[in-house]
């Protein structure tokens, strides 16, 4: 089937609302009676767990790009974690990334940054897509998988759990800061690497595309800022590649890989 990419996009509505509640949830981070050094210390944990461990370290180096194996416990771990993060289910957001990387910065990248700014930092997910029948072909080494179908099919009522958990833990000063402003914080530290690694910073290595490696959104993002240089070398599970391009990520793959849980590790051939 082609798509006709001219037709007007639709709003999804319920995407919409669900970015605009969750924002408004976490200004409450700004109320000082919700404020305790420990909900902070909850939200900074989570941001690690969900964010380092679960998006930079889970989905997408070791399910997207395979950069690197672990014992399936681990792997199923690492979705775990990502799918804590709320961006939708392992499969969609692996599908999408391979999506990303095939047609990088052309009309068929779901979050072309040609179209500026905030069409790809968090615009384009207020609308529907015209590759969501695409998904599929993408994700042909995980869609069969039960453990993968679950995340996919409960990670609202997995968010539900752990906040119900934190309810319980610490009070309302948890659910606020270690889930609301958790959530709105990990999403946008998520977004800049389609926005802000697509547009300011220096390019290494010429990948055909806008990618860049940005500084403060590797810090940010544990080790994803040096996206040019992942661009060029996709399967690498090292992005940062010269010694001061600090990857957090990176370390820990070699960590995992020094007491045995990491193997067949790839690099980058830049010579
Ligand atoms: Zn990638
Ligand atoms: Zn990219």
Same mark, same amino acid.
């Given at each position: ?9 639709q709003i ?15 200004l409450?981070?700004?109320v000082?009676?919700?404020?305790s050094w420990k909900?902070?210390?909850? &939200? ?7 964010g %380092?461990?679960? $998006?930079?370290l889970g989905?997408h180096?070791? =399910?997207? /790009? ?9 792997e199923?771990?690492? &979705?775990?974690c990502g799918t804590l993060?709320?961006q %939708?289910?392992? $499969?969609e ?5 391979? =999506?990303? /990387? ?5 009309a068929?990248?779901p979050h072309?940054?040609?179209?500026g700014f905030?069409w ?7 609308f ?7 998904l599929?072909?993408?994700t042909?080494?995980?869609a069969?998988?039960?453990v993968?179908?679950?995340?996919e ?6 968010q ?11 009070g309302?000063s948890?659910?606020?800061w270690g889930i609301?402003f958790?959530?709105v914080f990990?999403w ?12 300011f910073g220096y ?13 403060w ?5 544990f ?35 020094a ?11 830049t010579?």
């Open positions: 089937m082609t798509i006709a990419t001219s037709t007007k996009r999804n509505w319920v995407n919409t609302l669900f970015f605009a509640a969750v924002h408004l949830g976490a409450l981070a700004l000082p009676a919700f404020f909900a902070v210390g909850v &939200a900074v944990f989570l941001y690690w767990f969900t %380092g461990l679960g $998006i930079t989905f180096r070791l =399910i997207t /790009h395979r950069s690197f194996q672990t014992p399936k416990w681990l199923y771990f690492l &979705a775990f993060a709320v %939708g289910g392992p $499969i957001w692996v599908g999408t990334h391979r =999506i990303h /990387h095939l047609h990088s910065d052309k068929d990248d072309d940054s040609n179209k905030w790809s930092h968090m615009g384009w997910l207020f529907f897509r015209d590759d969501q029948a695409d599929p072909r993408f042909k080494d995980i069969d998988d039960p993968y179908q679950f995340l099919k409960y990670f609202i009522p997995l539900f759990a752990l906040g119900f958990f934190l309810l319980w833990l610490g309302w948890f659910v606020v609301f958790r959530i990990v946008h530290c998520t977004w800049l690497v389609n926005s802000a690694t697509h547009k390019q290494s290595h010429e990948s055909q595309d806008n990618s860049t490696n940005c500084w959104v590797a810090l940010l993002v080790g994803e800022g040096w996206h040019n240089n992942h661009h060029a070398y996709q399967y690498s599970a090292r992005h940062g590649l010269q010694w001061w391009e600090f990857d957090m990520t990176w370390m820990t793959i070699q960590l995992l890989q007491i045995g849980l990491a193997k067949n590790v790839k690099l980058a051939n010579k």
